[in-house]
């Protein structure tokens, strides 16, 4: 689970859609897979806190080992994890939307690594998104924004069921 005031959403697509900013377009190459390890955190839940590029603060929880989640969050070139250390995702300087899904990643022996969040972030553009309408969204929620006709190309549709957690793609 995301925990967040208001609802931002877990897609692209719902992003165009509850703030008319129309087109949505995936970013080439900025597309990372990244794990957060928590070596300290020996059992769930583990917590990620995130800020967004307006500078509000998230935090992603998984309870489980099949915990997923996504969403999707106004973003900066580069985007600081925090759970039991730091980690920074980096992505194009044109990326303005981020799409990021959180899986749990399990522990290893060879190589040795704790457990963790594996985190996969597609960096989008969103040409005619405004940081008023991000305001709106996490203070009075989707309902809040008029609707509008959108569009959204083939590259930044919803995910379809969980996330993968293999390598990098």
């Known amino acids: ?11 692209p697509f719902e992003l165009a859609s509850k703030t008319q900013c129309g087109e949505v377009n995936p970013v080439y190459g900025a597309d990372t ?10 059992q769930l839940p583990l917590n990620l806190c995130f800020k967004d590029a307006l500078e509000h603060t998230h935090t992603v929880t998984l309870n489980k080992k099949d915990d997923c989640c996504s969403i ?10 925090m759970g039991d250390e730091g980690d920074r ?18 522990s290893s022996y060879l190589p040795m690594q704790s457990h963790g969040i594996r985190i996969h972030t597609k960096g989008l ?5 405004t940081s008023q309408a991000w305001e709106a969204l996490l203070r009075d929620g989707p309902e809040a924004l008029p609707r ?5 190309c083939g590259g930044c ?9 293999g390598g990098r793609r």
């Not at 689970?1 to 897609?11: D, F, H, I, Q």
């Not at 897979?33 to 020996?42: C, M, P």
């Not at 553009?125 to 998104?129: K, L, M, S, T, W």
């Open 148 to 152: 509008k006709k959108v569009t959204c």
């Open 33 to 42: 897979w990244d794990t957060s390890r928590f070596a300290v955190t020996g």
């Open 89 to 106: 995702t980096q992505l194009s300087g044109l990326c303005n939307v981020a799409f990021v899904t959180f899986c749990y990643a399990e």
């Open 72 to 81: 999707v969050f106004p973003c900066r070139s580069t985007t600081d994890w």
């Open 125 to 129: 553009f969103a040409p005619r998104i």
């Open 1 to 11: 689970k995301v925990m967040r005031r208001g609802a931002w959403p877990a897609s």
């Open 157 to 165: 549709l919803p995910l379809s069921g969980r996330a993968s957690r």
